[in-house]
């Protein structure tokens, strides 16, 4: 069975989307998400230009062969647009295989090893009162478990929290799914926006907040949170030692995690299990954290790290050292990259928890999925493959438009990380 056709497929429903869509010489087809966020153009010039053309007359089922050609064979190996790229093909090659037999993905990984995939959803607010109603609202929608962003006295806007209007002036329900929309995804416009930030600030306000909310919701709810690379190693040390009272399931990128020695510092003041990972990409981006023991979770989406091939090796690692996933799975990971982490969620054994952010009604316009969300956990289905078609009619509908991640800046005027 041999590739026949590669198409890039670009798309902006609610947010920008890239698709790779392979076809066989037997009519099977098979989709791929090389979603960069914000850096969208750089992949798709690299699979049309690049590797697309390498692709066509190769034997669609030898994916470790493939994989490992076009992770070699370009000499300079990853970085996000290079293992984006490959995760495209990598994911089509699953989902063309998959289909072939007749059977789910995850079946392929080995069969399930859980019934069910645990999801976080995303409760935040400006206030405590609007936290308080999006914690609400997602244990309305079935999620278990939440992870818990809040607004900071004297700070605009903050990483995770959905502001209280839209840049419309129209009032967003903070609860609502497609409330998520408005604070995480890269938006649209010319320039980046500017965000303001204040650690200190920060600090001092965020243990407070968990233990409102653990008054309020008591001791059984998992709850996670995410620093967003913000904090110094003794930044994130102590908050991980302010926030053991209230029992987090895990506090996510405390701090930048390319230093990965300065892990060790928050390990050796904090029992506060810690995730790192959302921005790696390969298993060498985790050797010493994994290999020392200094994470918990790994946070690496299918969509960014090589696709199922890779991140399941860098699970196994993990396993290894009794460590779990935590896949990333905001809406700037297609439904074609959700559903992957899902078969692979389903198979591992080191599962962790899988994050979720349903996708606004338009996206599932242009990606009809076969995974449900029923009680707090996810499941990938029953289809063959990946269990998602692609509408190219109403793909076409949505031209791509640029679109930008905002950035942050001290009081002084310094970038900061975001």
């Known amino acids: 069975m041999r590739i026949e056709q590669a198409e890039v497929i670009v798309t902006s429903p609610d947010r920008n989307f890239i698709t790779l869509k392979l076809t066989t010489d037997t009519g099977i087809t098979g989709l791929g998400d090389g979603t960069l ?38 000499y300079w190996r990853r970085g996000p647009v290079t293992m984006a790229a490959i995760s495209a093909v990598d994911v089509a090659l699953w989902d063309i295989k998959a ?74 329900d903070p609860g609502s799914p497609d409330a998520d929309q408005h604070y995480e995804p890269a938006q649209r416009a010319a320039r980046p926006p500017e965000e303001d930030w204040d650690t200190r600030a920060y600090l001092r306000h965020l243990p407070g907040v968990f233990e409102a909310v653990r008054n309020e919701f008591g001791p059984d709810l998992p709850l996670l949170h995410d620093g967003h690379h913000r904090m110094t190693p003794i930044q994130a040390a102590k908050l991980g030692k302010a926030l053991e009272p209230y029992d987090l399931f895990w506090l996510e990128d405390c701090t930048p995690a390319e230093n990965q020695e300065a892990l060790r510092l928050v390990r050796q003041h904090t029992t506060t299990p810690l995730a790192i990972g959302e921005v790696f990409n390969s298993v060498w981006d985790y050797r010493q954290l994994i290999s020392e023991q200094l994470i918990d979770y790994v946070r690496s989406s299918v969509t960014h790290t090589g696709g199922i091939s890779h991140l399941r090796k860098i699970l196994d690692f993990a396993a290894q050292y009794q460590i779990k996933s935590g896949i990333h799975g905001p809406t700037d990971i297609s439904p074609v990259g959700m559903a992957a982490a899902l078969h692979l969620d389903l198979a591992i054994h080191n599962f962790g928890i899988q994050e979720y952010m349903p996708h606004g009604q338009r ?24 269990g998602v078609d692609l509408d190219v009619d109403a793909a076409g509908r949505y031209p791509y438009e640029t679109a930008y991640l905002p950035f942050n800046r001290l009081k002084d005027g310094t970038v900061h990380d975001w």
Not at 48 to 60: C, E, Q, W
Not at 129 to 134: G, N
Not at 366 to 373: H, M
């Open 363 to 386: 996206t599932n316009s242009v990606f009809q999925q076969s995974y449900s969300f029923i009680e707090g956990y996810l499941h990938p289905g029953e289809r063959p493959g990946l």
């Open 99 to 172: 289909k072939a037999a007749g059977m789910p993905l995850y079946q392929l990984l080995g069969g399930a090893s859980r019934t069910g995939i645990l999801a976080y959803g995303h409760g935040s607010g400006a206030s405590t009162e609007e936290l308080f109603d999006s914690i609400r609202m997602h244990q309305e929608m079935g999620f278990q478990a939440i992870r818990v962003q809040s607004g900071v006295p004297g700070l605009r806007a903050i990483y995770g929290v959905t502001p209280s209007k839209t840049d419309a002036g129209v009032v967003t």
């Open 37 to 74: 966020n914000g850096r969208e153009p750089a992949v798709v010039s690299y699979l049309k230009d690049s590797v697309a053309p390498l692709l066509i007359g190769r034997d669609a089922h030898q994916i470790e062969d493939t994989w490992q050609f076009l992770y070699r064979s370009a």
